[in-house]
């Protein structure tokens, strides 16, 4: 146990404590819906810069790139540095969790991943200020990882302890939802500005907006996380030690091989999240088929799609158990590779086939993605675990696809993409089966 048991001193939180002041216990219903505002307003904030990344970035910050799909790579090649900050990110605030307590570290973090993300809005372009332009985005891209690190919070593991044993597929698929509704949130408003001004005035002050709003959402998903942080039953569950943060060298001397291993379960959906969020609008953007605006729409039904698959994810998990739902979402993964470079370059109506059967496929892989990193884990270990499991699976998986596969595209052909989907399968299948040859020893 941490010598300081879940101090409160952050102001938010001693708000959120009087909401409780009733005596009322804290339902699964107020836990799920403060995990999905939480996981929606990070993903928000990361698929902002990602569609940034595509229809801003390569004009404003590398206008002296010698192409566009130059251009492009090189907004791309910031992409991954919040991924390579976020470890450090929960490394830090695992230690401000453990003394100054979980209200303050997601005060701390929240409050950098908001302000990071809005600071973008405010960003001078290379024609005003040079390199320095390329420096303050590759900072401010590194504060959202380094937030994000901070960001985790146990609400979905307390979540999955209150599951009943034949519904876990369905509490671990819930969190996930979160990922659909930020996608759809940042695409509708790209979409809306892009749709509705000119280039012109859209690089001038259009595409700030959904920058800035991100420090609005942030503060409502803090407030909502805190209210159940704050909660009895939250704090019944650190003194369970079921939530209490470890110190990582701790819990990797007991737990490192699942770490590893919980790192590659969930490879095969992490490799395709990118391909079909980011990687896509930025083909189309440079090769054609359709306009960006259109494009945009599209991915607002793929999100859509999405979400239905992350719910049948929870179903299918309940009956057939996780570990064979995400080995047959691998599997279809590794069938999709082959057809997904032919759709995407088959014009407007084989891209949005692409979106919607890609998107499908992800929620029905995604949706249980965060169960299998965290199952593995003991009790005492689960929170910090999960958390560096997650870290880690992020960078392998995602962190680099965009830059990658519009790389290998560009360069040797479309058809390269397939080869990297399948590449993450294949370590998906054969995770999942070390794990199940460990589990019979």
């Keep these: 146990m941490s010598s300081v048991a879940n101090p409160t ?8 404590r009087r909401m409780h002041a009733d005596g009322k216990p804290l339902s699964p219903g107020s836990v799920a819906i403060g995990v999905v505002i939480g996981r929606t307003s990070e993903f928000f904030d990361f698929f902002v810069y990602g569609l940034g990344s595509i229809l801003v970035f390569p004009k404003l910050i590398f206008p002296f790139a010698p192409s566009a799909v130059a251009g492009t790579l090189m907004a791309f090649a910031l992409f991954p540095l919040a991924f390579l900050a976020r470890p450090v990110g929960s490394f830090i605030f695992m230690w401000i969790d453990r003394n100054y307590g979980r209200g303050t570290k997601l005060t701390v973090a929240l409050v950098i991943l908001g302000g990071s993300t809005a600071s973008i809005a405010f960003l001078p372009g290379y024609e005003t200020i040079g390199y320095w332009a390329v420096a303050l985005l590759a900072l401010f891209r590194l504060g959202q990882g380094f937030a994000l690190g901070g960001a985790w919070d146990g609400l ?23 990922a659909p509704f930020g996608f759809a949130l940042a695409s509708i408003l790209f979409g809306y500005f ?3 001004l000119s280039e012109a005035d859209f690089l001038a002050w259009g595409w700030r907006y959904p920058f800035f709003v991100a420090f609005a959402i942030n503060v409502v998903a803090l407030f909502a996380r805190l209210r159940i942080v704050a ?3 939250f704090g019944a569950a650190m003194e369970a030690q079921e939530l209490e943060p470890r110190p990582i060298f701790e819990m990797l001397s007991k737990h490192a091989i699942d770490v590893v291993l919980g790192a590659f379960v969930p490879l095969a959906s992490f490799a395709m999240f990118h391909l079909v969020t980011i990687f896509p609008l930025s083909w189309v953007t440079l090769k054609g088929g359709q306009s960006a605006a259109e494009f945009l729409w599209v991915q607002v039904a793929g999100a859509g799609v999405g979400a239905i698959g992350i719910v049948l994810s929870g179903i299918l998990a309940d009956r057939i158990g ?14 999709f590779s082959f057809s997904a470079p032919f759709l995407l370059d088959a014009g407007g109506k084989g891209q949005d086939a ?9 929620g029905l892989t995604f949706g249980q993605s965060s ?11 689960r929170y910090t675990g999960a958390a560096l499991t997650s870290d880690l699976a992020w960078l392998v998986g995602a ?12 360069s040797f052909g479309i058809i390269f993409i397939g080869g990297y989907l399948i590449s993450g399968a294949i370590c998906t299948i054969a995770a999942l089966t070390l794990t199940r040859v460990l589990d019979q020893h």
């Design 9 to 16: 001193s952050s102001g938010l939180e001693r708000d959120a």
């Design 156 to 178: 979905a593991s307390l979540l999955s302890l209150s599951a009943p044993p034949n519904h876990r597929g369905w509490y671990a698929m819930i969190p996930q939802l979160g």
């Design 194 to 196: 892009v749709s509705n």
């Design 231 to 233: 909660s009895k039953e």
């Design 322 to 335: 996780r570990r064979n739902q995400l080995m047959a979402g691998a599997i279809l993964i590794a069938i």
């Design 354 to 362: 692409y979106i919607l059967i890609g998107f499908f496929i992800l």
């Design 371 to 381: 169960g299998a990193v965290s199952s593995r884990f003991t009790q005492p270990y």
């Design 399 to 410: 962190a680099f696809a965009p830059l990658v596969a519009l790389g290998l595209a560009s």
